[in-house]
């Protein structure tokens, strides 16, 4: 495992209920029995691969903190390159509206929402029970009266041209790769939320031309990417009449990020 003593570290927090700060200035603390059998069975659940974020029930993203299960993927620092960029595209003050597709735990979505109070958001996913997930954590943030959910495919019976921002993070393996994940992940996060297919792009190449769609003229799109991604889905993209695309880099130095924004009505030529 990449992080053992980070995990066994979470793991005891929730375990005996105590903090980062408590471990740390008081280690010879003496566990009930109860907390040393919670403590176990939270080792044990490890020892099998089950996600952290699985076994306590939670995951911090940004500055949020989020309820995750089975039903949607664990949020990932990768992601919040998406939110960074948002942010600095979105002034504070600014009101926009936010369309956030494959919405999962709403990781992306509450996340801006959090920092921008005049912002609204609709999230969409095919899963009812994502959405069950997206739900509770926009209610627990105080962020529900800002966030309405939509069980759908993808834009699906949305109108055209509603929306100043359109996020995603879609699914973007190919279905050979799976199996070639950490066991964490192809063994406990949902394959919905992982196969992009043969190639990993399938949905990419619906999303291109959905996205604009309903993205306002000079709206925003920004499209999680697998590292290996950036061509391809840069020229979906561009096949598909936007503007202005860029690829942005994860901490990492990787290729992580797609934007693009929407050419004004009218044009007569919008591959050009």
């Known amino acids: 495992m990449d992080s053992p003593a980070i995990d066994a570290r979470l793991l005891l927090e929730v375990a005996a209920d105590v903090s980062r700060t408590q ?33 306590i029930g939670r995951k911090g993203f940004w500055k949020i903190m989020l309820g995750v299960n089975r039903h949607v993927l664990t949020p990932r620092p990768d992601t919040e390159v998406i939110v960074d960029l948002v942010l600095a595209a979105f002034p504070e003050h600014r009101s926009f509206s936010l369309l956030d597709l494959g919405i999962g735990s709403g990781a992306i979505a509450l996340a801006i929402l959090a920092e921008r109070p005049q ?86 190449r619906r999303l291109a031309a959905e996205a604009l769609r309903v993205l306002k003229p000079d709206g925003l799109v920004a499209f999680e990417i697998g590292h290996t991604q950036a061509s391809a889905v ?13 690829v942005h880099r994860d901490l990492a130095a990787r290729d992580r990020v797609v934007t693009a924004a929407k050419k004004p009505l009218g044009n007569p030529f919008p591959n050009r």
Do not use: C, M
């Open 23 to 55: 471990i740390v200035t008081d280690p010879y603390r003496a566990l009930t029995t109860d907390q040393k059998a919670r403590f176990d069975d939270y080792l044990s659940r490890r020892e099998l691969r089950e996600p952290v974020s699985h076994i």
């Open 234 to 246: 840069s020229n979906l993209l561009e096949a598909a009449g936007a503007k202005d695309i860029r």
């Open 119 to 204: 912002a609204e958001a609709l999230g969409v996913d095919v899963s009812e029970e994502a959405l069950a997930v997206a739900r509770d954590n926009a209610a627990n943030l105080g962020l529900d009266a800002q966030l309405a959910l939509l069980r759908g495919d993808w834009t699906q019976g949305l109108a055209d041209a509603s929306f100043d921002l359109v996020v995603s993070n879609p699914p973007y393996v190919s279905t050979a790769e799976i199996e070639t994940l950490d066991p964490e992940v192809k063994d406990h996060e949902p394959r919905l939320a992982l196969d992009g297919g043969q190639d990993g792009l399938d949905a990419y």
